[in-house]
């Protein structure tokens, strides 16, 4: 299997993680309002975590599972990583469902705005999928403003679909889908 490329945008990377950015992505996601609207991560979030979650992308990927990214700030070897982005793979069906996090300190600065784009046409275009569907709670405004600006469009509501743990109450989800039709109709 090729490696997962590269991809870049006027401000950042996004390129394969390493097991080296352990320590990165267990500081970045360690963090209550990161991980309260995320499926598969909690806290407390330790390097071990990040480590199982890091040697997991490498095979997912050769197996045509799933193509997560580093989101990088800047193009240089020394780039932090800011977050992640990722797509996880239905080959027959040609779609793939969409997510990504981002550090707190780099909320509201576009980033997730400048790297959908370039997830969006890398799966469009290199993996030939004809549709990209993405999931945000109904509480989570930041996802709801950041898939509407790129493109995606609402199809439902999840009702009462999600909880992170039994004590909590169950969250509505938002269902959306962009088309490559519609990707490439964009202006």
């Known amino acids: 299997m090729i490696p997962l490329p590269k991809l870049h945008t006027r401000r950042l990377c996004l390129r394969a993680f390493s097991t080296e950015d352990r320590a990165r992505v267990a500081a970045l996601v360690n963090d209550p309002d990161i991980v309260r609207d995320l499926r598969t991560f909690d806290i407390p979030y330790t390097k071990v975590?990040?480590?199982?979650w890091l040697e997991t992308l490498q095979p997912a990927w050769e197996q045509g599972l799933?193509?997560?990214f580093a989101l990088c700030l800047g193009?240089?070897?020394?780039?932090?990583?800011?977050g992640a982005a990722g797509l996880v793979i239905d080959t027959p069906s040609q779609r793939a469902e969409c997510?990504?996090?981002?550090g707190k300190d780099y909320w509201r600065k576009g980033i997730?705005?400048?790297?959908?784009?370039?997830?969006?046409?890398?799966?469009?275009?290199?993996?030939g999928l004809n549709r990209i569907t993405a999931e945000?709670?109904?509480?989570?405004?930041?996802?709801?403003?950041?898939?509407?600006?790129?493109?995606f469009t609402r199809e439902g509501l999840f009702r009462r679909h999600f909880r992170k743990r039994e004590d909590e109450p169950f969250q509505d989800v938002i269902a959306?889908?962009?088309?490559?039709?519609?990707?490439?109709?964009?202006p």
């Open 66 to 68: 799933a193509a997560v």
């Open 75 to 82: 193009h240089g070897s020394a780039a932090p990583v800011v």
């Open 112 to 127: 997730c705005s400048e790297a959908l784009p370039a997830l969006l046409d890398f799966g469009f275009n290199q993996l």
């Open 99 to 102: 997510g990504y996090w981002i």
């Open 49 to 52: 975590d990040a480590l199982a």
């Open 176 to 186: 959306w889908g962009f088309l490559k039709e519609e990707w490439d109709q964009r």
């Open 136 to 151: 945000c709670l109904t509480r989570n405004v930041a996802s709801t403003a950041l898939l509407t600006k790129v493109g």
